[in-house]
């Protein structure tokens, strides 16, 4: 179906078209127009999408996603192609060639050697590369598993063990380490083995369920109708029931399979994608996506079904724009634009988890999701900020979006209730990310060579083209690059404390029942599971990982509450409320609240003339005491002394002992400012401030007594230009005053005799009475 404009629908993100959607996929795609072709290959292992030709393979690399991506070419000889895989350090391509045979190319060296079947009874239904320590070559057959190591020297594979089962098809992906064998009049009965860098580990057989349209008839299974997905690191099996017309799901455990549930499809042909953690159900003929955010384990949509949206692209008339001579030229243009606007187009193959490719046309999209889209669909709040905080892949765009909702919320005076539950959602999320470290951690994640496989060579491919010599090739295999977040439960954020507290915490998995997951495992359970195989090792799944969602509260100062604040579009009691709804979700989950929303607090409180409620703060400590406070509190207390001496106290609570002193100076009690700092060892005040105080109150006795003061304790200071100074001020003012004689005398003495006479012993106070 060609897509076309809709000019009464506003315009979406420069698309032309303001089609509702929340997924899109971005014009221009990556374009694989390779003459003589025989169709497309997908190495979810290396991200490559392969084309071949009868004596050259092409191949791009997805992740990143360039449309500007060039192929790297490589020779073969020519002969039938049915499926190809590169190594994974991609120093070998192997080429299955037919169903008992598969040829393998040295790419520095050019040698080749050939592998066949040694039954004529078995064939071959395909292969993968693997980092299981025992083999590093997988060839699935009629009658079970091969495991291969490559000999370099030799130029060889060496059998390392047969697994005798029989296979009707198969579904593997390198991101899971996981293949599943159907078997069965129905291929419906399963054997599954995961082959990571920790072993081979064999999972129970199990049966899919499949509803009976009739009472003879029995529907048989196809590897199209099923798929393995990896989704905030637990691996699950999708499974359509055309009959039932429903997705079922099963998530796989140590012990056990366990069917999950089922989503409703309604359509005929169903695909599925995984684009940062949410699972979207495409379903083909009706020609719209359903979005399922399984972290909460909710068969609940996130959104009503939608179409897919084309974006960048732009219908040109070319016919209008050229010459009449070039008709034909602007009209095939014209088409070949048009083809490439072509929405869930009957030749389009999703591979998951999220890209599509355009088999007839020869392109590739990426599946992108639009949170602001969804972030506007809904009208719970809360749920919308859980939405957000668990996004990665655009976590800059979520943490704004989640900072604009709840500048929004606060302007619109929404009920405090309701705000407090939206900012519960966020603290709790900053405080697990600082417990994680998944604040800190930045653009991209270590990989951990011990534990963590190389991800740079290729594993099991999917076959995009339109037929196979074989037709029993696996059709839907998702690559790697889904970020991968183990939790402790699929829970959804609670008001109670409890939930709240573990809802992002990583899975705490016992030995006896260890979840079957691609992701890393919580260093509390760590010893539970570092010798259990069944933690798939895959760095991949990380390294599209972005800066963490997670809000700080200085970013909620900044970016909400000052802009608020500044602006005064909301009354100072009900923003005042706002925040201390704010310090309590802090409280509960022990974040430190930025200084500067203390004081933004002070200052609304102050402005009300609310001293009483301040007082009651400072002293309860629901305004946590620092610096920032109590230099407030001594401005707000200017109308206020109760204010003003809690501002002070504070100071010297908090052992601000230079902050303390200049207060009492510029208070004017410079003397007791002498008294404190010769008390407390306060030596960081310049002299001159004190001489200047004592200078200002015309008393001449005191303006000796400080000079003697700065004498005896710093040494030096007779040498001063403030010594001098304020030395010729004080002859001046006993010059004046013959109240001042004997005190000038006094320090002429004491200068002259210092070190002999008994004055540097004399005390201040004393001095000073």
């Known amino acids: 179906m060609a897509w076309k404009a809709s000019s009464s629908q506003a315009s979406v993100g420069g698309l ?5 959607s929340h997924v899109f996929i971005q014009y221009p795609p990556l374009r694989c127009n390779i003459p003589g072709s025989r169709g497309f290959y997908y190495d979810d292992g290396n991200k490559l999408l392969i084309s071949p030709t009868s004596d050259q393979i092409f191949s791009w690399k997805t992740a990143p996603f360039s449309p500007l991506a060039a192929p790297i070419t490589d020779s073969i000889t020519e002969g039938p192609i049915c499926s190809v895989r590169f190594s994974l350090d991609e120093k070998i391509i192997a080429v299955q060639r037919s169903n008992i045979s598969i040829q393998f190319w040295h790419r520095e060296t050019g040698e080749t050697f050939t592998h066949r079947c040694k039954s004529e009874s078995e064939s071959i239904l395909g292969f993968f590369w693997t980092d ?3 083999c590093d070559i997988v060839i699935v057959k009629t009658s079970g598993l091969d495991l291969f190591a490559y000999d370099s020297a030799s130029k060889s594979l060496i059998l390392v063990e047969t697994k005798k089962l029989a296979v009707s098809w198969y579904v593997y992906t390198h991101e899971s ?5 159907a078997s069965g009049m129905q291929c419906k009965t399963f054997h599954g083995f995961q082959l990571s860098s920790a072993g081979i580990i064999r999972l129970p057989k199990f049966e899919m369920v499949m509803a009976k349209p009739e009472a003879n008839s029995k529907p048989v299974l196809a590897s199209e109708d099923v798929y393995i997905v990896t989704v905030y690191g637990r691996i699950y099996c999708l499974q359509v029931d055309r009959v039932a017309m429903v997705l079922h799901s099963y998530r796989f455990y140590r012990d056990a399979i366990i069917q999950q549930g089922s989503l409703p499809i309604y359509s005929s042909k169903v695909a599925v994608s995984v684009v940062d953690n949410v699972l979207l159900v495409h379903q083909v003929d009706a020609k719209v996506v359903i979005l399922y955010d399984i972290f909460a384990d909710s068969r609940a949509p996130i959104s009503a079904p939608l179409p897919v949206l084309l974006r960048g692209f732009q219908r040109s008339d070319i016919s209008n724009s050229r010459p009449s001579t070039k008709e034909s030229e602007s009209s095939e243009a014209s088409d070949s634009n048009d083809n490439e606007a072509i929405i869930y187009g009957a030749d389009w193959t999703f591979l998951v988890p999220d890209l599509i490719c355009d088999v007839a046309n020869k392109l590739l999209w990426k599946i992108h999701l639009d949170l602001e889209a969804i972030s506007a669909s809904s009208s719970e709040v809360p749920s919308v900020l859980e939405f957000l905080q668990r996004r990665k892949l655009e976590a800059s765009k979520a943490k704004q979006l989640c900072l604009a909702i709840m500048q929004t919320m606060i302007l619109e005076r929404r009920p405090i209730t309701m705000v407090a539950k939206a900012m519960d959602v966020l603290v709790t999320s900053y405080s697990v990310s600082l417990k994680t470290g998944s604040y800190f951690k930045g653009i991209k994640t270590e990989r951990t060579p011990s534990s963590v496989p190389n991800v740079s060579g290729p594993g099991q491919a999917t076959d995009v083209f339109t037929s196979r010599t074989d037709g029993k090739s696996v059709q839907h295999e998702p690559a790697t690059g889904v970020n991968s977040v183990s939790f402790s439960r699929p829970s959804t954020y609670s008001s109670s404390e409890t939930e709240d507290n573990c809802i992002f915490e990583p899975s705490k998995i016992s030995s ?12 509390s359970a760590e010893s539970s599971t570092t010798d259990n195989p069944l933690n798939a090792s895959v760095s991949e799944q990380q390294e599209s990982q972005l800066t963490s969602p997670a809000i700080s509260p200085d970013e909620m100062y900044r970016s909400v509450f000052a802009p608020i604040e500044e602006e005064m579009t909301v009354e100072p009691s009900y923003l005042v409320a706002i925040i201390l709804e704010f310090f309590r979700c802090a409280n509960l989950e022990r974040v430190k609240v930025h200084p500067s929303l203390y004081v933004l607090t002070i200052q609304l409180l102050a402005r009300s003339e609310q001293y009483a409620e301040l007082s009651l703060f400072i002293i309860n400590k629901v305004i946590e005491p620092s610096k920032e406070v109590a230099l ?19 100071l010297r609570q908090l052992s601000l002992n230079h902050d303390y002193v200049l207060l009492l100076v510029q208070d004017g009690y410079y003397l007791e400012a002498l008294r404190y700092a010769r008390k407390h060892k306060v030596t960081t005040i310049r002299p001159s401030l004190f001489l200047e105080a004592a200078f200002t109150s015309n008393d001449s006795q005191h303006l000796a007594a400080v000079l003697r003061f700065f004498s005896d304790f710093i040494p030096g200071f007779r040498s001063t230009s403030d010594f001098f100074t304020y030395y010729n001020v004080l002859n001046e003012m006993s010059s004046s005053d013959a109240t001042t004689l004997p005190w000038v005398l006094c320090f002429q003495l004491a200068m002259m005799e210092a070190g002999k006479a008994s004055y540097g012993s004399m005390d201040l106070d004393s001095d000073i009475e």
């Open 177 to 181: 380490r996981l293949i599943l064998l």
């Open 16 to 20: 032309g078209s303001g089609a509702l």
């Open 632 to 650: 407030q509190l001594l401005e707000s207390g200017r109308q206020s002394l109760q204010i003003r001496k809690l501002g002070s106290d504070m």
């Open 132 to 134: 299981c320590p025992s």
């Open 512 to 523: 006896n029942d260890t979840q079957f997951v691609g992701g890393k495992v919580d260093a």
